[in-house]
């Protein structure tokens, strides 16, 4: 959530990202990608981070820390232009969401 939220992502936007425990429970990985509405660009990054704090606080901060850090990645690597461009096909189209 923290990743769509830092890209302001919504349901329109090609916008994707999955996270999963790995290691038995001990590391949180997380895969992601933007690209542009045509599909001919994508831009993608991943992560993974040992869960220090184990109560569910602490896997909730790490989950938080690690979207924003891989949402700042993808904008480093042109993300936000193609969100834009997505962003300015659907106001085209009069999609809505």
Known sequence: RSFLARLEGGCQLPIGGHAAFSHHGTRLHMDALVGTPDGSQVVSAGN???????????????????????????????????IEQARELARERGWKG
């Open 48 to 82: 993974d981070e040992l869960i220090e704090d184990q109560t569910p606080e602490g896997r909730l901060r790490l989950a938080h820390k690690l979207g924003i850090e891989l949402a700042e990645r993808m904008l480093a690597k042109g993300a936000g232009q193609m």
